[in-house]
């Protein structure tokens, strides 16, 4: 059964949202979601860049004034 | 009214010079453009940290202070600069302007947010981070955009050396950021 | 390019197989235009006081062309600081390359325009840039890398993270100038024990020298050439390493 995890990194500094991004994700198995949450400018660039990298299906959705959910299906 | 600016945030032009993030090429033509922009009319590169000896020197002077002993200041330029005070001076307002300027394209972006400390590890690494950079930038003349980006721009020697010690010292800050601050 | 994709944002099917699907709290958001709006005309308000109240000086100059920094650089997420990080943390060289162009665009830029001062037999501009090679700065460089990774932005960074709202590098900036003003207060120590006699090297004095001597068209060409050749094999080295598909060697 795929699992959907949030990731909370409101508030944090960068390069911070990025690497948690990076060591929950090598926690998940394939066809698990993992929701980020972020309020960083660059992190809601560099997250995504880096999850398609790597190959997996992102989408990125504006929630409010400058908060960004990031959508990373483990591929 | 209200229905006119919500209708603005669908408007293609809008989403593409205030809302979508833009390529980080795109990003290194334009800066590019400025720094010539900046370099025909002001006769100098860009700089930022300069600014910042001189916010502190007259801060000091503020809680009384003098910094007239210092040799880093003792340069009639140096002097001159300081007597006319902050607002006759144009780095700090290029400075002030790259604050706004950030805070301009995050509201027409409908991006702004107060991002509040979230522990005492991030005063930490603020405090401590500041410090360095502060302290390194004056005894290695400039920043990473006035010894780094004009410097390497203008063909000095002295860029490429402080890019390779920047760059050093980055690997050494990311391993202490991973090990201390996260 | 992958990049153009990265930030549109979507209400696509990743979504809709979340739990966000179901349209879960939503916060009412508001629309910040009118206040960019408004924050345009004290810019220009600001421009024209600055004009009026100081004819001749730079200030109003400088203004506009710190709000063009500022916008450009929030614009792209331009950021120095991942540029020489992010390569060790991520393996993300994407922002490394961007760096590397504005070096080599600004590079021609500043040399043309240097060059015809000179063949003009002007003062060449900007040459106080051209700064002393020596230990201090090596030692203010590598300072100066540490803590802008630790504090999470570099100069340029901090100020546009201040205009984003970032309470964290309000501190960052109120330290940066304290520690300035100690780096000011120690300068002449530096000064003299390292600094003092170390050379300021411009290139094409490199290739042949800017003293009116016959070659210098080509010293000026050998100086720029040798300055975008460093650039291309640092961009190819940085492609490369971006490339790179295991990261396990990277992080432990």
Known sequence: MAKEVELDCMGEACPVPLIKTEKKLEELDAGDMLIVQVDHSCAMKNVPEWARKQGHNVEIEEVDDGEWEIFIEKV | MKAMFDKLKQNVLYKKWFKDALPYITGAVLLSVFQVVTFVTSGNPWGVSGVFANWGAWLYELVGGSVDNMYYFSSPGAQATLDAGILAHAGTWRNFGIIIGALFASLMASGFKFKKIKSVKQVVAAVIGGLLMGYGARIAFGCNIGALFSGISSLSVSGWLYAVFIFIGAIVGSKLLKKFFM | MAEQTTTQTSTGSLRERSSRASGRKRKKRRNQIPLGILLFV?????GIWLTLSNPAGNTALFWIIGIAFGFILQRSRFCFTASMRDPALTGSTSVTKAVLIAFAITSIAFTAIKFGAYSNGLAIPGQSYVAP???ATGVGAFMFGIGMVIAGGCASGTLMRVGEGFWMQLISLFFFVVGSLLGAAS?????????????RIFLPELFGGTDGVGNDGLAWIGGLVANLLIIAIIYVIAHK???RKSKNELEH
């Open chain 3, 187 to 199: 300068f002449g120590w530096w000064e003299r024990t390292f600094i003092v006699g170390a050379p």
């Open chain 3, 133 to 135: 090679v020596s230990v």
């Open chain 3, 241 to 243: 390493w971006g490339n």
């Open chain 3, 42 to 46: 004290i810019i220009v308000g600001v």
